[in-house]
């Protein structure tokens, strides 16, 4: 038996949220069982956690669409018990029960080995959110964007990805120039490096 943090859908329609003691064999199929160790809150929770977006179709539910751990039992010879392992996308916490949970059962596919020099705590503070603004930020290198090239205009700048983008850009010799819709995030936005600040509402003129 393992805790889990169940989503479920009332005959009136409301979604339901507890943490209950779960048997193993109520898992979804997969071909290695983790020990989750940590999972994010990713704007895409908040959906599933509250029924919004119709991302779960099917009740009873995990949610938790990325998560940190160390392999428990593994059928599939890329991983064996024992190895750090990080999930992301492939609409785990959707589709498929996700991270919070103590315990997940995936598809192999889905599962990368913790990169060398971070901790699973560490993975997860970078998140699927900000490995997502590191994945633009590399695309925007390969289409040679370079410091020194210019500024670099952030939209969403206080949010999940922006506020990663922001951090990463500013720290490789980037200026950045953060778009937001919150004054009050000014200070938070200059602490991540942010060099000038311009409210959302002027960029829509
Ligand atoms: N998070 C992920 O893992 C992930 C993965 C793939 C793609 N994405 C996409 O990346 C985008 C940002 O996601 P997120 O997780 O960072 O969401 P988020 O934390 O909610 O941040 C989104 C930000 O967008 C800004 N915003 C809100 N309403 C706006 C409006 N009407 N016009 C312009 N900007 C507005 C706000 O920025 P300020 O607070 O600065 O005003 C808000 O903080 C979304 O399009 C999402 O689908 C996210």
Redesign the pocket.
Known sequence: MFKALIIDKAQDGSITQSIEQIAENRLPEGDVLVDVAFSTL???DGLCLTGGGGLVRTYPHVPG?DFAGVVAESSDARFAAGDPVVLTGWRVGEAHWGGYAQRARVKADWLVPLPKGLTLRQSMAV???G??AMLAIMDLEAHGLKPGDGPVLV????????SVATAILARLGHEVV?????PE?EGYLRDLGAARIVP?ADLAE
């Open positions: 990713n704007y895409k669409v998140g699927t959110a490995f997502t939209t969403g700048a206080a949010g999940g990805v922006g953060a778009v937001t819709g919150r995030t959302r």
